[in-house]
């Protein structure tokens, strides 16, 4: 299996993507993790064994806002659900989502625990 890893702006992500679903790609998985002042986003696709991978560094905003990124599940539906988990774990405002659980995916005790800069905090509570 091979791999290629690209950096991309995210205004290229929707070309690129297009380009891989005619080509009969399929996306394999969107994962996210903090870098620094960035969010390291790492969209995956296979093609009969060769992974093709677009790296985008989204910056992350210290005004407070949420950082944005446009969704591609009109273009690979499943996205849906690593699109949610980008919002309900790092904070990342996915706009144009073909389902939105509006944060509602996953049940955190903390929102956004991985987009956050304070460690969890026990209360002490039992669940």
Do not use: W
């Amino acid at each position: 299996m091979t791999q290629e890893i690209e950096t991309i702006e995210t205004n290229a992500l929707m070309d690129k993507v297009r380009s891989l679903h005619t080509s009969k790609h399929r996306l394999a998985q969107i994962c996210a993790t903090e870098q620094g002042d960035n969010y390291e986003l790492l969209y995956s696709f296979d093609f009969k064994g060769q992974l093709t991978n677009f790296r985008i560094n989204l910056p992350i905003p210290t005004d407070g806002t949420q950082p944005r990124l446009q969704s591609i599940s009109a273009i690979y539906a499943a996205s849906v659900l690593y699109e949610n988990e980008l919002h309900d774990l790092f904070g990342i405002q996915v706009d144009g989502m073909a389902i939105d659980f509006h944060g509602n995916l996953y049940k955190t005790a903390i929102k956004y625990p991985m987009g956050s800069k304070k460690a969890p905090v026990s209360t002490g509570e039992s669940r």
